[in-house]
């Protein structure tokens, strides 16, 4: 797959420069305007050279030329310049042609091997992408979160959540503090089903993305953001090191882990990776103050909220 993407990346080096031109100067109205502006300019320049030789033929012929060159001589350079062109093409018709067919046939090649180029990128992208599904596919904790007050006045829950990366015993720095009206709150995730997609391989495999919270009073449109991303927005529950990644080098997956974060937000490029559905997952509970919980995702692709068992 690396050599074919590199053998039409050589070939299309030169190709598509040149196609584009072509498609911009015959297919858009600007470059139209371009060629316009070219052959007028052409034409004004042939037209005075034809006025200012005739001058000078005048002007040459006797010692008494004035080099006065006649309107109706005048009208006749102005046609016969401006339909000088056509006339050659008409005459050279076979080459013209030639030139046509071969101009037209670069562009062709060109759009195929973009397009053979486009579906070779594609197809590596899913391979890698179905390579991370399964690197992907276990049980892990992505959240803490601590009751730290639930105030009855104000009808508000304050909550500080601590994210966890892959491993349970290195927890996140990062932590995100959160006053939520309500007391019954919901954990909302995306899970993307790939049974029957391109990235799909013969297994199911669903990926969950928490990404908001909400209440029995905040509607789910207006739920608050989970910030659960690194500095690179990769999610920290899926952050591997380069030792614990196979089957692609690490920038490849850190670009393919931003594709499935892109998911989640772009329906359309979702259907064009070929999820087949992608649907909330809400749990929920009231939560009291004082107690610790923790987020799950299961090995099955489910979200579970429950309350964190202390030794």
Known sequence: MENSLEILQQINWFLKPVSDFLIFMVGTTVGRVIMLLLFLFYFFITYMHSINQRKALGKGSSSYGTGFVPFQTKIYFFFRDLFAPLLKMIVHLPVVLGVIVTLGLLVGVSSALQNMQAFAENQKEIEQLGTIVKQLDKRYKVASIKVEKTDYVNKTTSLEIEYFGNSLQSPSENKQNIIIQ???????????????????????????????????????????????????????????????????????????????????????????????????????????????????????GGLVLKQATLF
């Not at 993305?209 to 509607?219: D, G, H, M, Q, T």
């Not at 196979?246 to 594709?259: C, H, I, K, P, V």
Request: proline fraction near 2%; charge should be negative.
């Open 182 to 300: 309500g007391f019954d709150i919901y954990f909302d995730a995306m899970v993307l089903n790939f049974e029957y997609s391109a990235i799909q391989d013969g297994d199911k495999h669903n990926l969950v993305l928490p990404y908001r919270i909400f209440s029995e009073v905040v509607a789910a449109k207006d739920g608050i953001k989970l910030n659960y991303f690194d500095n690179d927005s990769i999610p920290l529950i899926y952050k591997r090191e380069a030792s614990e990644i196979y089957g692609l080098s690490a920038e490849d997956y850190n670009a393919r882990m931003d594709d499935f974060t892109r998911l989640i937000f772009d329906e359309d490029y979702a259907r064009k990776m070929g999820v087949r559905s992608f649907q909330g997952n809400a749990v929920h509970k009231r939560l009291a103050e004082g107690k610790i919980y923790d987020i799950w995702i299961e090995q099955t």
